[in-house]
């Protein structure tokens, strides 16, 4: 008989026979009927957890021959005799019959993975070591059948906000939700495994791109609606960056590293989406890590290479500018002006919005006190990201920058996008009510483009609305009758308590007519009234600043 002579679980099985030896210590811990009996499989599968199953038979799968053989190498929970699942790596080799090359005896090892050691203790899910083992044993197998796969590694949206925001046990609530709900849409038999962070990965073999959005689409499915953790409802969604090998790496440590590369490029590019591992995108990803370093030379070095760009709002009932939008520009190092969907994520991510922010604070309002000399009314609307808001010191920063440029507060609107806030009602409204008591204005910028629209107007204290592009983009089609109430009924809703309406990306006349006369709008932005000019142009073409000179010099 086999003797016990470690903690690790022994057998040893006939294949002709169908005759299996274990360990003493196996007998004691699983319902096995003694240390000699038949058919193992009869009495070991009903242990296997059942998402585990189907991996576990895949694995079993008897080579032909000894060219064939690639082992036993498999990670999967069983039943002990208490009725609790533990997590065990089984490993076992064949040995073949030097006539016939047949396998005629298989042996092994089972051990027992140390929650501490293999499984992350907050979900129950293997932790990134045993990932990497799993990884490698798919290579493996790959170079035996041929069959490539694919790598899937999530991140949680926006859950670094949701950490801060209430607490780390919240947080760990929203990753135990994260872990049941990703695995229980997985295909049987496919291993969910834990990341670092909010990361979580799975590998998949026998897949292409049509079965990996499947998976996707199914993970992503899931987390359509609201959660509700602790008495809380929360929205996030999941972003996946997708390998597949061996198209794209034959070795786990660059395999993982473009899986990472495309789940940062799935986030950048807005998130809730899977990004597919390409030379293109991996370049991409490249020039936007070299762009981190850019912008912090820029940062260090005053903000060198930034300028801000206004955009005219004007009065919808007679045309007459009332304020501008400032909008971030940057110009690289080399000297190439770069779009704003490209830097500003990473500005965001890297918290280096916080320093450029104020800089954007400063520099407006300095010009806004400018143009109060040819129009004493002018307003000036500024971006504000959450990482601003968050920060306890910009409050004290606004006030003493409009001391010291003699600025009304009533002449500055801080805007905020919906996708930022997410659930932060209490926080985000206990500062934005500091700011309007000075007399500065609130704005929601993008309404409509984001969750639950009207959720936000509800509980967000604002006063002024603007309205996305997306709604105006058919609206003055005959059929698109939809569009034309739904932006008339949200302009009613807010003048109903109090709210002011600015109605974005306005680019023709019959547009703005309608908008002006059907749904009331209260100001207009748009290039029907003006692109973004840089302060010198804005000036000359909304305030004929300096027409004169330039007819002189023609």
């Known amino acids: ?34 240390e000699c009996f038949y058919h193992m499989d009869k009495y070991w599968a009903p242990l296997i957890h059942p998402d585990d199953l189907e991996g576990f038979a895949a694995s079993m799968k008897m080579p032909e021959s000894r060219r064939n053989n690639i082992g036993h190498d498999c990670e999967y929970r069983i039943k002990n005799r208490k009725g609790d699942y533990i997590w065990v790596r089984c490993r076992g080799q064949y040995a073949f019959d030097s006539r016939t090359d047949k396998p005629f005896l298989f042996m092994g090892s089972i051990k027992k993975l140390a929650q501490r050691n293999h499984a992350d203790e907050l979900t129950g899910l293997l932790n990134k070591y045993q990932f990497e083992h799993a990884v490698k044993v798919a290579l493996n197998r790959y170079r035996v059948d041929g069959v490539g796969g694919a790598l899937m590694v999530f991140g949680i ?26 695995s229980d849409v997985l295909p049987t038999g496919v291993m969910l ?13 026998g897949v292409d791109l049509e079965n990996v959005e499947e998976i996707y689409g199914s993970i992503q499915k899931s987390f359509a609606r609201p959660h509700n953790i602790d008495g809380k409802q929360i929205f996030c969604t999941i972003s996946c960056g997708t390998v597949l090998f061996p ?35 991996y370049n991409r990803w490249i020039r936007s890590m070299s762009m981190r370093d850019d912008l912090r030379v820029s940062i260090e070095q005053d903000c060198e290479g930034f300028s801000l760009f206004y955009q005219p709002q004007v009065r919808a009932g007679d045309n007459k500018i009332i304020g501008a939008e400032a909008l971030l520009r940057w110009r690289n190092p080399k000297g190439r002006m770069v779009s704003p969907m490209e830097f500003i994520s990473i500005l965001e991510e890297t918290k280096m919005i916080i320093p450029v922010g104020r800089w954007i604070f400063e520099t407006a309002v300095k010009q806004c006190k400018e143009w109060q000399q040819i129009n004493p009314n002018m307003c000036i609307s500024i971006n504000v990201s959450y990482e601003q808001i968050k920060d306890a010191s910009f409050k004290d920063f606004v006030v003493d920058c409009l001391n010291r440029y003699d600025l009304k507060p009533e002449l500055v609107v801080l805007e905020l996008t919906e996708s930022t806030i997410v659930s932060d009602w209490t926080n985000i409204n206990r500062q934005f009510d500091a700011f309007r008591k000075l007399g500065i204005r609130i704005a929601m910028d993008d309404f409509g483009t984001g969750y639950s629209s009207l959720a936000y107007l509800k509980n967000l204290s604002c006063d002024l609305v603007k309205i996305d592009r997306a709604f105006v983009t058919h609206i003055t089609e005959k059929d698109n009758t939809f569009d034309r109430h739904l932006v008339r009924v949200t302009v009613d ?6 709210i002011t309406c600015c109605i974005e990306g306005v680019e023709t006349e019959e547009e ?43």
């Open 1 to 34: 008989m086999i003797q016990r002579t470690s903690d690790e679980y022994f057998f040893a099985t006939d294949l002709e026979e169908d005759l299996v030896m274990v360990s003493a210590n196996m007998v004691n811990d699983f319902d096995v009927p003694s």
């Open 193 to 205: 495994y834990k990341l670092d962070g909010d990361e979580f990965a799975l590998v998949i073999q």
């Open 512 to 554: 703005y007519t309608l908008l002006r006369d059907i749904c009331h709008a209260d100001c207009i932005q748009g290039y029907l009234f003006g692109r973004p000019e840089a302060p010198e142009n804005f000036e000359l073409k909304f305030f004929n600043i300096g027409a004169d000179d330039a007819n002189s010099e023609a």
């Open 247 to 281: 198209q794209s790496g034959k070795d786990y440590l660059v395999l993982h590293k473009h899986a990472e590369a495309a789940l940062d490029l799935a986030k950048r590019d807005g998130k809730n989406q899977n990004c597919i591992f390409s030379k293109e995108n």
């Open 157 to 182: 949206d926006n859950f670094k906000i949701v950490n801060e925001t209430y607490n780390r046990h919240y947080g760990d609530e929203v990753l135990k939700l994260a872990a049941k709900k990703i």
């Open 493 to 498: 809703l807010c003048h109903s308590v109090n």
